[in-house]
């Protein structure tokens, strides 16, 4: 039997998506500029994968990583470039495409001028969850919402109501004066009244603090997701008796659909940490999937070229720590799930391609091209573990 892994480098692009037009997206390029800004980029066991090679084959452009010296990848993998058949750039939709369903019809947004959420929804949310009123109720970055309103928010008792470009209702609220379990109650009972809207996800955003300029969002955040509208191949994986290990967020992305253990980590060193605790201990038969969302999370959202620049080199300094890992059959993919350009006007995800590199011991060097759906790695997983053909993609394999 054999196993897969996932790592997934979430909004990690590598250059225009052909659809990136329709987003006003034209231009982004997530991986380029932050090797740009950033004056060269250390990160040699990606560049040996393919990384490179493949973003220059997405865009024709050059990059210039600079004295970066020899990898400790020597390892076989197919490298390719993939671009989204879902017709939204979320988080959500990346992902389910991924595991090989298409997100084909958009979700429902919210305006982002104040009022965004209709008067009704708010009413009935509020009445349920024995609250006076909400904050907010607008697009906003969640960052700088909680230091304009968090104090109003903790003298008042109200929640903060905000959304994005996304498909979302965020909820922001104190984890000392307003409570987490408080606030998980409230998005759940948001996640129920918002279903008529069609929309992705409801997020807690807990946060602490004393006074605006030092409210800190926590690792207590919660996504509240819709289940996937098709079965994926970790539905199937786990129907046919294996194990399907999620990292993270993944979890909440997912909706618990086709998962078998949920781990919960933050910050890119505990990622890595249990993941690679993952991949010594899992059975055969296994999918163990991360997702690092600290690269979309604290960098690309905030438009931070230097701490994504940082956490690019990081993630690739602990790549090499996963090959004594490795069993003779295992495969490991690292991808991506949608682009995030720190360098991009707004705070938005950006509709870009992402990276396909896939290693394993078995595995022979070769550059696969371009595969215009994110679904052929769902396939692929499919395929290797001997499940039931997806309905997208086509395998790697």
């Not at 659809?19 to 800004?37: L, R």
């Not at 349920?128 to 928010?153: D, P, R």
């Not at 003779?328 to 993919?333: G, K, L, R, S, T």
Request: charged share 25%; proline share 4%.
């Amino acid at each position: 039997m054999s196993r897969v892994i996932i790592l997934m480098m979430d909004s990690f692009g590598i250059g225009n998506a052909h659809d990136a037009k329709k987003f006003n997206n034209e231009g982004a390029d997530t991986f380029g500029h932050i090797v740009k800004s950033h004056n060269g980029l250390n990160i040699p066991n990606l560049n040996q994968l393919g990384l490179t090679e493949v973003a220059k084959a997405a865009t024709g452009n050059e990059y210039q990583l600079g004295n970066i010296g020899e990898g400790k990848m020597n390892i076989g993998c197919i490298k390719a470039h993939m671009s989204e058949l879902s017709v939204a750039k979320d988080t959500t939709s990346g992902h389910w495409e991924m595991a090989g369903v298409p997100v084909l019809s958009d979700w429902g947004y919210f305006k982002p001028d104040y009022p965004s959420f209709p008067d009704s929804l708010i009413q009935k949310i509020c009445q349920e969850g024995k609250v006076e009123g909400i904050l907010g109720n607008k697009a906003a970055s969640g960052t700088e919402i909680i230091q304009e309103l968090g104090e109003e928010h903790i003298k008042s008792g109200k929640p903060i109501f905000y959304t994005s470009a996304d498909s979302n209702i965020q909820i922001a609220a104190h984890e000392k004066y307003f409570g987490l379990e408080k606030l998980y109650n409230l998005c759940e009972i948001a996640y129920k009244y918002a279903k008529p809207y069609n929309i992705a996800r409801i997020i807690a955003r807990p946060f602490v603090g004393e006074k605006a300029g030092e409210f800190m969002r926590t690792a207590n955040r919660h996504d509240y997701s819709v289940k996937p509208c098709a079965p994926t191949v970790l539905d199937k994986l786990k129907e046919a008796g294996g194990n399907v290990i999620a990292i993270g967020k993944i979890n909440d992305i997912y909706a618990g659909c086709g998962i078998t253990k949920a781990l919960h980590a933050s910050g890119l060193q505990e990622l890595w940490d249990v993941t690679l605790q993952e991949v010594k201990d899992a059975p055969e038969n296994s999918l163990i999937f991360t997702n690092f969302v600290d690269f979309d999370m604290l960098w690309g959202h905030r438009r931070n070229v230097k701490g994504y620049a940082e956490g690019l080199e990081y993630f690739d300094k602990r790549l090499p720590e996963i090959l004594p890992l490795l069993r003779e059959d295992d495969i490991v993919f690292i991808t991506a799930d949608h682009g995030n350009d720190p360098t991009y006007e707004g705070t938005d995800h950006t509709r870009e391609q992402v990276p396909m590199l896939l290693f394993g011991k078995k595995i022979q060097n070769r550059f696969a091209g371009e595969s215009n759906t994110f679904a052929d790695i769902g396939q692929t997983i499919a395929k290797y573990l001997n499940l039931e053909p997806l309905k997208y993609g086509k395998s790697f394999l």
